[in-house]
Nanobody, 127 residues
Framework: HVQLVESGGGLVQTGGSLRLSCKAS????????MGWFRQAPGKERESVAA????????NYVDSVKGRFTISRDRAKNTVYLQMNSLRPEDTAIYYC????????????????????WGQGTQVTVSS
């Protein structure tokens, strides 16, 4: 079993930055890939970014490329999402998730592939 705890959300103005953290505990073999997802009110959950735990390969949704960076600190069992140049449309609850299926190069962005989820952290970007 894997437990995920997100932190770092908050209220920020347009153009500002936030860094989300996701602390993972439990069996390392159950978190081969880590992902960040978000869900805005009235909208479906969408993928934001993903990273392979072993080699650090990454994927991003087009809308955040060049603004967001996903990274991991293996010693701290923590995944980060650095969010820069934030926009009002980035407002959502952000969730961290873990996928137990091994991925060597291309981490999946499909939320249905993920086995474990955190409780979410709210990010609000004011205009």
């Amino acid at each position: 079993h894997v437990q995920l705890v997100e932190s770092g959300g908050g209220l920020v103005q347009t153009g500002g930055s936030l860094r989300l953290s996701c602390k993972a505990s439990g069996r390392a073999s159950n978190r081969e890939v880590m992902g960040w997802f978000r869900q805005a009110p009235g909208k479906e959950r969408e993928s934001v970014a993903a990273i392979t735990w072993s080699f650090g390969f990454t994927n991003y949704v087009d809308s955040v490329k060049g603004r967001f960076t996903i990274s991991r600190d293996r010693a701290k069992n923590t995944v980060y999402l650095q969010m820069n140049s934030l926009r009002p449309e980035d407002t959502a609850i952000y969730y961290c998730a873990a996928d137990s299926a091994p991925a060597f190069v291309n981490p999946t962005m499909n939320p249905n592939a993920y086995d474990y989820w955190g409780q979410g952290t709210q990010v609000t970007v004011s205009s």
